[in-house]
């Protein structure tokens, strides 16, 4: 009676090992850039939602008390904690008003209370904006200015190395001819 032995011999299991070690080597590097393609694309998109949301609660500041035109930069740290809110700071216009402003921008964008954004504003619109959604990625808008080769040139935490992020961004803004 002749046995027959059921398995895999060593040398197919090397083979496959060696072909999964290739794939692996070939694929890791591009999803890695996948992944901060996909981390600069949400920061973009970050930085569009939280611009529409400062634009329409100074539009409705503006119905309101007429001081949303007055506003030309709005800038917000992160908190260090579950329990500090960080600082948020709107220039020309008073502490009331800015406490205002937050809490509308908030009302529209609930994620805004997680991540550090400065916008530029003139005549109650914004101009520009960037968004730090953590110390590695910033985003813009208007887009275009933060790309997977260029994101660590503007990483930020702080409304300082934010505004850098932002005057590139107003670079990007169309000329109008008055």
Sequence with gaps: MKTTKKGFTLIELIVVIAIIGVLA????????????KSKVSS??????SIQKAINTALIEMD??????ADV????????????????????????DDQATLWKKIKHYMDKAKRC?????????????????LDAKYTGTYPAGVVTVDNYKSYSASSPDE?????????????????
């Design 43 to 48: 920061a973009n998109s970050a930085a569009s």
């Design 162 to 178: 934010l505004s850098v992020a932002v005057s590139a961004a107003e670079t990007k803004i169309p000329k109008t001819d008055d």
């Design 116 to 132: 550090a954004f400065a916008a530029s504003c003139d005549g109650g619109a914004v101009r520009a904006v960037a968004v730090a």
């Design 63 to 68: 119905e309101e008390s007429e001081n949303g």
């Design 72 to 95: 030309t930069y709005i800038t917000r740290t992160r908190g260090t904690s579950e329990t500090d809110d960080g600082t948020f700071a709107a220039t020309g216009i008073e502490a």
């Design 25 to 36: 080597a070939i694929l890791v590097p591009s999803m890695l850039g996948y992944v901060k």
